[in-house]
């Protein structure tokens, strides 16, 4: 084989399936436009993601700057050298993050260290499989950590909030894929698709469930009980009102594909893999002799580009808009309540888990007093001065600060956090009681928020490497929902507590 030429292949698949999202994936997400009403959050969000997956595309950049765990499905047919794969799969790594085609995602778990070029022990994650077919054929899912933390596993018999006992058959199965959407709420950026295997241990049944994630949003299950299951759970869970990332909405799922395996009799498994909606997979076929690509998957039927549809919106929208510049009062953030969308301009500072856990005991490198906290780890690039650009910059999920937030807020007197996904009660008592406000951003949405920023102003704490450095970003136009305010009310807490009455209403028995 022609290890350049192969080489060459798999860069093009790791950009494609970066920066250019799947036909399939793109008709779902234009369903779920057509089902929001216009004016809501949910459908400013989903245009909002619209016009992030023609930058993405137009751009050659990452559609999310959290470009995931790279995980390899590789088919060779009989006598192909599979370590050569390997290392070709390797560099090709190496290169499209060298291009910030991938966000440098791999981290030392011990010391935290990150490689800097997404390879480490086990990773990428690289499956291979022989078969009798005389081509090879690689498929690459690129999934995002906000997601892959939503997944879920059921051991079977177990009880449910909302929906009581679920039982070792078809409708306990029901019942636990049901829960598994209300238990992600908007925190791995829905609307969402699910990958469900039923059966095998606990790892081999997350393997089936992600499995089903390389399958056609629109193909139907060959089994006819799991196609009505599948059918029934997208209707049903489109009731919850969980929407665009939580925002509340008729979309909530877009997809969901379920898989059976055989298992041990003191076991039962359903495991639930939850994806965004940056769904990116792609898969292509390999000429086993010059190493070229000569098919790629996923390319049937229409290909939305959303360009029209955006151009037709922007100017129909018309909310009211709070503009906002750091260093911001008490009195301006006490003024802000849920449901208000705020624009920024100005400085704001990126700060997620190794930040926020290293200001607990130490002072900040800048003076925080009324600024403003990105929950964001972006993909970074160096241009021919040495300066730094932002390739990618969307939100992260908040919640994992939660143990901090509200600490940090008082400590340093910082008015307005960003992220997604929303925050919990210490950090909403804290907001009340030192007058902050967390604002909303649309997960995933990275190229539209690398536009709204202008600049680098610097970067400190460069040693937790560049998605947890903390760096000083100028921004305009910098748009986001307040989703929990100092009054007490979170939107967040509210949606959950609707959606679960919703989840509740199915408890009674339907296979
Ligand atoms: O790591 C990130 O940038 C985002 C992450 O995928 C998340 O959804 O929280
Ligand atoms: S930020 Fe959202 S869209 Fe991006 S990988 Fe995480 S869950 Fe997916």
């Not at 709420?185 to 049944?205: K, L, P, Y």
């Not at 665009?244 to 909530?252: D, H, I, S, V, Y």
């Not at 920024?344 to 200001?359: E, F, K, N, P, S």
């Not at 990618?392 to 994992?400: E, L, Q, Y």
Request: hydrophobic share 35%; glycine share 10%; aromatic share 6%.
């Amino acid at each position: 084989m022609n290890l350049q030429t192969l080489e060459k292949s798999l860069y093009d698949l790791i950009t494609e399936t970066s920066t250019n999202l799947p036909k399939d994936v793109r008709r779902a997400i234009k369903k779920a436009k057509e089902a929001e009403n216009a004016g809501t959050r949910a459908a400013m969000s989903l245009e909002t993601i619209s016009n992030n997956i023609i930058m993405a595309e137009d751009n050659v950049s990452p559609i999310c700057q959290d470009t995931g765990l790279p995980t390899f499905k590789i088919y060779t047919p009989v006598g192909v050298n599979q370590l050569e794969i390997k290392e070709a799969i390797k560099k090709a790594i190496n290169d499209t993050t060298a291009d910030a085609k991938l966000r440098p995602n791999a981290v030392d778990s011990l010391t935290g260290a990150n490689s800097g070029n997404n390879l480490g022990d086990g990773l990428p994650v690289m499956k291979f499989e022989q078969w009798e077919k005389d081509y090879i054929t690689i498929k690459l899912i690129l999934k995002g950590g906000g997601c892959e933390n939503k997944n879920i596993q059921y051991s079977l018999p177990c009880e449910l909030e909302g929906l009581g006992r679920a039982g070792r058959d078809l409708d306990g199965i029901r019942k636990c894929i049901l829960h598994s959407v209300y238990q992600a709420q908007g925190q791995g950026c829905s609307a969402g698709f699910i990958g469900v295997g039923i059966g095998g241990d606990r790892s081999s049944g997350y393997d089936l469930a992600k499995e089903q994630l390389f399958r056609h949003v629109e193909d139907t299950n060959a089994n006819p009980d799991l196609a009505k299951l599948e059918e029934y759970v997208v209707k049903t869970a489109n009731t919850f009102g969980i929407g665009t990332m939580g925002f509340g909405g008729e979309a909530t799922l877009l997809g969901c594909k379920i898989g059976v395996m055989h298992r041990i009799p003191a076991s039962f498994y359903v495991s639930v893999a939850y994806n965004c909606w940056a769904y990116r997979r792609m898969a292509v076929d390999i000429n086993p002799e010059t190493g070229e690509i000569i098919n790629w998957h996923y390319q049937e039927g229409e290909k939305i580009t959303f360009k029209d549809e955006v151009a037709a919106t922007t100017e129909e929208t018309s909310t009211n808009v709070v503009e906002l510049t750091a260093p911001i009062t008490e009195e301006q953030i006490r003024s802000l309540k849920v449901g208000d969308v705020v624009s920024i301009t100005g400085r704001m500072y990126t700060g997620r888990d190794a930040i926020h856990h290293h200001l607990m005991s130490h002072d900040a490198p800048v003076d925080l007093n009324g600024q403003v906290i990105y929950h964001c780890g972006p993909v970074m690039a160096k241009d021919e001065e040495g300066n730094w650009t932002v390739k990618a910059a969307g939100p992260t999920t908040s919640i994992r600060e939660e143990p901090y937030q509200g600490d940090i807020m008082k400590k340093f007197g910082i008015r307005a956090v960003i992220g997604k996904g929303g925050m919990g009660p210490k950090t909403l008592a804290a907001l009340g009681e030192h007058g902050g406000v967390y604002l909303n951003a649309i997960g995933g949405a990275a190229q539209y928020y690398a536009d709204c920023i202008k600049g680098v102003d610097g970067v400190d704490l460069m040693e937790f490497g560049i998605p947890e450095a903390m760096w000083h970003l100028n921004v305009e136009g910098f748009t986001a929902v307040v989703t929990m305010d100092s009054h007490g009310n979170s939107l967040h807490a509210d949606v959950d507590k609707s959606s679960l009455e919703k989840l509740a209403l199915h408890a009674e028995r339907v296979f």
